[in-house]
């Protein structure tokens, strides 16, 4: 069942609780073609955004911020002045999730 991102529900990340393993190179390639510009790297998705100016770049990693407290999957952020670089991984797989692959979308959906 695809989640979209008004459908973020509150708790813990199955991955983050144990017994759901990273996505096959298939499915991974095949959950990429639901998001915008992501592209894998270093057994994580990532994409770079980019913004006008430093505020504007903040407010979206403080949108991010939310997202990530409210799903309990917290992305690594680069953050310059007119860029943010997002990068979801599940640390305790070694890869990409589906939870990754939904807040991304959840991401995606910010800028839409």
Not at 96 to 104: F, G, P, S, Y
Request: hydrophobic residues 45%; glycine residues 6%; negative net charge.
């Amino acid at each position: 069942m695809e989640r979209r991102p008004s459908d973020l529900r509150p708790g813990r990340c199955a991955a983050c609780e144990g017994g759901v393993s990273a996505l096959s190179p298939e499915a991974l390639t095949q959950s990429l073609a639901a998001l915008t510009d992501w592209q894998v790297k270093d057994a994580g998705i990532e994409r770079r955004f980019r913004f006008r100016n430093f505020y504007e770049s903040m407010a979206f990693v403080n949108a991010i911020a939310w997202i990530a407290a409210r799903e309990d999957h917290h992305p690594d952020l680069q953050v310059g002045y007119d860029y943010v670089l997002v990068r979801f991984q599940t640390h305790s797989v070694g890869g990409v999730t589906e939870n990754d692959i939904l807040c991304a979308q959840a991401v995606d959906a910010l800028i839409a």
